[in-house]
């Protein structure tokens, strides 16, 4: 069983809808999650990152986490064309730098077309 | 937000040749970097963990003696590529830890061996 799964895409929604990327990840006592967002040719960029139970807003963004059924989304409203790119879920089981590596799902893509 | 760089961007190199790559968080302190590698249409693959001060701890199947990580300060991390090869073309991608444990990415080095 993989660290962390993604539904793999590709993604495609029009401009303006909602696109809702999802992970679920395997070791329930993981504590940090996040989102990156990489195009292709570059390295990622974080865009959010979830510690507790519930949602979190950062303006277009929204994660969503559910630990009892270990479970992460990212929903992007009003989606842009400049949002397509593949999206990287990563999970850290534990906070503070002795338990510091990432592991990543594979990555979603999506496309948003005008 | 937290900056890290990379240097080179890009290098192309003959075969038997080494290769050192720099990565620098520029405005913060950062007691862990990680080393990626990434293959077109891949994810990343972490390669080593590096503590300043420190020696690197590799991931299984990564050479350390073929792949050098120097760490000397908390600012600075270094990856050589010892007598590279062209199967060792990839997307080099540094990420250093900032407080509390989220990850910020380097820009990568593109790595050709001919």
């Given at each position: ?114 | ?22 990565c620098r968080s520029l405005d913060f302190q950062a007691?862990?970097m ?18 300043e ?19 000397a300060s908390l600012t600075l991390s ?18 250093a ?18």
């Amino acid at each position: 069983q993989k660290e962390v799964e993604q539904n793999s895409g590709p993604l495609s929604v029009p401009e303006g809808a909602i696109a809702s990327l999802n992970c679920t990840y395997s070791d329930r006592g993981s504590q940090s999650f996040f989102w990156y967002r990489q195009y292709s040719g570059k390295s990622p960029e974080l865009i959010m990152s979830i510690y507790s139970n519930g949602d979190k807003e950062d303006g277009r963004f929204t994660a969503q986490l559910n630990k009892a059924s270990q479970y992460v989304s990212l929903l992007i409203r009003d989606s842009q064309p400049s949002d397509s790119a593949t999206y990287l879920c990563a999970v850290n089981k534990g906070r503070g730098s002795t338990l510091g590596r990432l592991y990543f799902g594979r990555g979603t893509q999506l496309t948003v077309w005008p | 937000g937290a900056v890290v760089s990379q240097h080179p961007s890009w290098v192309i190199c003959k075969s038997g040749t080494s290769v050192k790559i720099e990565c620098r968080s520029l405005d913060f302190q950062a007691t862990t970097m990680f080393w990626y590698r990434q293959f077109p249409k891949q994810s990343l693959m972490l390669m080593a963990t590096s503590n300043e001060g420190s020696k690197a701890t590799y991931e299984q199947g990564v050479e350390k003696d073929k792949f050098l990580i120097n760490h000397a300060s908390l600012t600075l991390s270094t990856l050589t590529v010892t007598s590279a090869h062209p199967e060792d073309s990839s997307f080099y991608i540094c990420s250093a830890e900032q407080q509390g444990d989220e990850q910020y990415f380097g820009p990568g080095t593109r790595l050709t061996v001919t």
